[in-house]
């Protein structure tokens, strides 16, 4: 191998070490992710877009706890979308993981209270609450989700967001993050 070789193998690994530094100092937070505790109840509120994949998320996060051993409880707040209420009944269903919701209720709030109430009274360690899909444009439901998180105070709040939606992602990350403490 030359000098010449050895200068480009070296600008190459340069160039990629500075690009990887850049990558994570955009992508860092002061936000240090939540440490979930046994004995306790550890209540996680997901929030995001409308067709990102939250109910999905929700249920292969409690089947990843559960599998660990943790006791979890699923919560279904989300009162906007139809057909969510039987999509996260069926989804904890199939991992065997006990369920809170309410078909008839309309008030995401109480229902979220409730269900949090209810799994905290069994001593749940996880309890995993689903909120409506929402975007910075929807004053209503934002002001909606502000109301469930100043109820339930979750120990973290996890952001879904598909990455195809591409540039708009920044600026409705961005608008969660300025309403509510992300995880």
């Given at each position: 191998?030359t000098?010449?070789d050895t200068?480009?193998?070296?600008?190459?690994?340069?160039i990629?070490?500075v690009v990887?530094?850049?990558?994570t100092?955009?992508?860092?937070?002061?936000?240090?992710?939540?440490?979930f505790q046994?004995?306790?109840?550890?209540?996680v509120?997901?929030?995001g877009?409308?067709g990102?994949?939250?109910?999905?998320?929700?249920?292969k996060?409690?089947y990843?706890?559960m599998r660990?051993?943790?006791?979890v409880?699923?919560v279904c707040?989300?009162?906007?979308r139809?057909?969510?209420?039987?999509q996260?009944?069926?989804?904890?269903a199939?991992?065997?993981c006990?369920?809170f919701?309410h078909?008839?209720?309309?008030d995401?709030v109480?229902?979220?209270d409730?269900?949090?109430q209810?799994f905290?009274?069994k001593k749940y360690?996880i309890?995993i609450?689903d909120t409506?899909g929402?975007?910075?444009?929807?004053?209503?439901?934002?002001?909606?989700?502000?109301q469930?998180e100043?109820t339930?105070?979750p120990?973290?709040?996890?952001?879904v967001m598909?990455?195809?939606?591409?540039q708009?992602?920044?600026?409705?990350?961005?608008a969660?993050?300025d309403?509510i403490k992300?995880g």
């Amino acid at each position: 191998m030359t000098s010449d070789d050895t200068n480009a193998v070296n600008l190459k690994r340069e160039i990629i070490r500075v690009v990887v530094d850049e990558l994570t100092k955009m992508l860092s937070s002061d936000n240090l992710p939540y440490e979930f505790q046994r004995g306790k109840s550890n209540v996680v509120m997901f929030v995001g877009l409308q067709g990102s994949g939250k109910t999905t998320t929700c249920t292969k996060l409690a089947y990843q706890f559960m599998r660990r051993g943790w006791k979890v409880g699923l919560v279904c707040a989300d009162t906007f979308r139809a057909g969510a209420f039987e999509q996260l009944k069926m989804n904890a269903a199939k991992i065997s993981c006990p369920f809170f919701g309410h078909k008839s209720e309309k008030d995401p709030v109480k229902i979220a209270d409730q269900g949090v109430q209810f799994f905290r009274e069994k001593k749940y360690e996880i309890i995993i609450v689903d909120t409506s899909g929402r975007h910075k444009q929807e004053q209503t439901l934002f002001d909606e989700m502000l109301q469930v998180e100043a109820t339930i105070k979750p120990d973290t709040s996890i952001f879904v967001m598909d990455g195809s939606i591409g540039q708009a992602c920044y600026s409705q990350a961005k608008a969660f993050h300025d309403a509510i403490k992300v995880g």
